[in-house]
């Protein structure tokens, strides 16, 4: 398969060294001006868990390809869109004319309905899932990690032959599948998961100084505990980790997330160390909804002016 990865973030690398791995061909698109900016190369420092814990830790000078235009008479059988949230109204409008007959992969977070999010890409040329990877660049070193599930799920009564060609190649590189028969609920619990991480980080400063602060990781649940009623007035239902976050009491979300989830030796934790993206879109968006739906949402309201614009 010849995949086209639409920028070359922290997710879509990993992916594409995966990818290249099982013997596809993979090129990445980047924005005028960026191609120089990036090199030819990128330095991997990553977790891989589909591997044994042995041969988990992989380092490698991984040359790729890089354009700065899409050609509307491409051959890509894939195209790879995992951008930030608030990246995906400009990448949409710029893919859109230059699709072709390729199957666009919708990778991404987002808070809209995600069949709106996606216009004017024909739908059925669309997949929607969500990544399992982390971490970030310092440099040009990509210190990040792979999770072995990935999530997937679609609007049709059954998955369209694109959906199975998407997934068979994913399960082909070593992955597992975990479907979600509501995929817009799922994709709404994440983001909303995100804001209550990104409240803390606006008032810590950085990713790594939550995973070790107890009273930042206390104040996750009361996060999501204040998004849940925002989650159902979008007509959303709850997932698991939103009921349990969101239902325990603070001081057991926050002993859970420091002993399990970001204890120090964790991959969790490995990769939110490196983690730096600016922060605040989330939280602005459920913000919005809030004040739409006249929920009160008092700790989101608290950082709302530490969000840079």
Same mark, same amino acid.
């Not at 990509?142 to 694109?162: I, N, S």
């Given at each position: 398969?010849?995949?086209?990865?639409?920028?070359?973030?922290?997710?879509?690398?990993?992916?594409?060294?995966?990818?290249?791995?099982?013997?596809?061909?993979?090129?990445?698109?980047?924005?005028?001006?960026?191609?120089?900016?990036?090199?030819?190369?990128?330095?991997?420092?990553?977790?891989?868990?589909?591997?044994?814990?042995?041969?988990?830790?992989?380092? +490698?000078?991984?040359?790729?390809?890089?354009?700065? +235009?899409?050609?509307?008479?491409?051959?890509?059988?894939?195209?790879?869109?995992?951008?930030?949230? +608030?990246?995906?109204?400009?990448?949409?409008?710029?893919?859109?004319?230059?699709?072709?007959?390729?199957?666009?992969?919708?990778?991404?977070?987002?808070?809209?309905?995600?069949?709106?999010?996606?216009?004017?890409?024909?739908?059925?040329?669309?997949?929607?899932?969500?990544?399992?990877?982390?971490?970030?660049?310092?440099?040009?070193?990509?210190?990040?990690?792979?999770?072995?599930?990935?999530?997937?799920?679609?609007?049709?009564?059954?998955?369209?032959?694109?959906?199975?060609?998407?997934?068979?190649?994913?399960?082909?590189?070593?992955?597992?599948?975990?479907?979600?028969?509501?995929?817009?609920?799922?994709?709404?619990?994440?983001?909303?998961?995100?804001?209550?991480? +990104?409240?803390?980080?606006?008032?810590?400063?950085?990713?790594?100084?939550?995973?070790?602060?107890?009273?930042?990781?206390?104040?996750?649940?009361?996060?999501?505990?204040?998004?849940?009623?925002?989650?159902?007035?979008?007509?959303?239902?709850?997932?698991?980790?939103?009921?349990?976050?969101?239902?325990?009491?603070?001081?057991?979300?926050?002993?859970?997330?420091?002993?399990?989830?970001?204890?120090?030796?964790?991959?969790?934790?490995?990769?939110?160390?490196?983690?730096?993206?600016?922060?605040?879109?989330?939280?602005?968006?459920?913000?919005?909804?809030?004040?739409?739906?006249?929920?009160?949402?008092?700790?989101?309201?608290?950082?709302?002016?530490?969000?840079?614009?």
């Amino acid at each position: 398969m010849k995949i086209l990865f639409f920028g070359r973030g922290v997710i879509g690398t990993q992916y594409a060294w995966a990818f290249e791995n099982a013997g596809h061909t993979v090129e990445f698109y980047v924005r005028e001006g960026r191609k120089a900016q990036y090199g030819s190369y990128v330095n991997l420092e990553l977790w891989d868990a589909r591997q044994s814990k042995k041969d988990r830790i992989i380092k +490698e000078k991984w040359p790729i390809v890089i354009h700065e +235009e899409i050609k509307e008479n491409h051959d890509y059988d894939l195209i790879f869109m995992s951008v930030n949230p +608030e990246q995906i109204s400009s990448a949409v409008k710029y893919l859109a004319p230059r699709v072709n007959n390729a199957t666009v992969l919708f990778f991404s977070n987002i808070w809209q309905d995600p069949r709106l999010a996606v216009q004017p890409i024909p739908p059925s040329q669309i997949v929607y899932g969500f990544p399992g990877a982390g971490g970030g660049f310092e440099g040009n070193t990509l210190y990040g990690g792979l999770y072995k599930t990935v999530q997937f799920g679609t609007f049709e009564a059954e998955p369209t032959k694109r959906d199975l060609e998407v997934r068979k190649l994913f399960t082909q590189t070593g992955f597992k599948i975990m479907v979600q028969k509501d995929v817009k609920s799922w994709l709404w619990n994440h983001l909303a998961v995100n804001a209550a991480m +990104e409240t803390e980080v606006l008032k810590s400063g950085s990713f790594k100084e939550v995973a070790t602060s107890r009273e930042a990781l206390d104040g996750l649940g009361q996060n999501l505990k204040e998004m849940i009623p925002v989650l159902k007035a979008k007509g959303s239902k709850l997932d698991v980790m939103t009921k349990v976050l969101g239902g325990l009491p603070p001081r057991v979300v926050g002993f859970l997330m420091s002993h399990i989830v970001f204890s120090p030796n964790s991959m969790s934790y490995a990769l939110l160390a490196h983690n730096h993206y600016k922060v605040g879109y989330a939280v602005q968006e459920v913000i919005a909804d809030a004040r739409k739906y006249g929920i009160k949402t008092p700790r989101l309201y608290d950082v709302e002016s530490l969000i840079t614009k």
